[in-house]
């Protein structure tokens, strides 16, 4: 399949990001919005478009067109830069918005549309299986724990709690860690 391709001018320097996860309260969408960089225009198999478990159901791209009429030297910042947000569905990408705007204002402007998209998807997230994930860290624990003489491992394991205290104080509801910190004192 073939990756969209909207810029004007073949001089100009593109790039399309097959997205991941999106931080809503980044401000830098090339560095911190997850995914993977692809060559707009590119052809790709089909199964690129979910390289793993952690990419959406449906996938979305933004594709970096860069400036219609770009401008020259010191100016060049100043040119409006063409963003575009693709979803694949049905064999083929659909456009779902588009922005022309400075370089450092696009991501404020195409952001609530990519959050929009992705709360979508995460109505499809499967349920987290805790047992499961307990069960991973307990055979890690325990083969961690093999290794190590017995009068070691209370020491070891004091250490852990620690550790997991900490997590869960830090991750933990407001109202939760005030039911922590008041059991602690």
Not at 108 to 135: S, Y
Request: hydrophobic share 45%; charged share 25%.
């Amino acid at each position: 399949m073939r990756l969209p391709i909207s810029r004007v001018k073949r001089s100009q320097l593109t790039y399309a990001k097959l997205l991941q996860r999106v931080d809503p309260r980044s401000r830098a969408p090339l560095v911190t919005w997850k995914g993977r960089l692809l060559n707009p225009g590119s052809t790709i198999p089909e199964s690129d478009l979910w390289p793993d478990g952690a990419f959406p159901r449906v996938p979305l791209i933004i594709e970096f067109a860069g400036s219609e009429a770009p401008a020259r030297g010191h100016n060049r910042h100043r040119s409006d830069n063409t963003v575009i947000l693709w979803r694949y569905e049905g064999g083929k990408f659909i456009e779902m918005g588009r922005v022309v705007a400075p370089s450092a204002m696009w991501a404020m402007l195409l952001e609530p549309l990519v959050r929009q998209a992705m709360a979508r998807e995460a109505g499809f997230m499967p349920a987290l299986d805790v047992d499961l994930i307990r069960e991973r860290i307990t055979r890690v624990l325990s083969a961690e724990l093999d290794l190590v003489a017995d009068a070691d491992r209370a020491r070891i394991l004091t250490l852990i709690h620690d550790e997991l205290s900490g997590r869960i104080a830090e991750w933990s509801e407001p109202s939760v860690r005030g039911v922590l910190l008041s059991n602690v004192q």
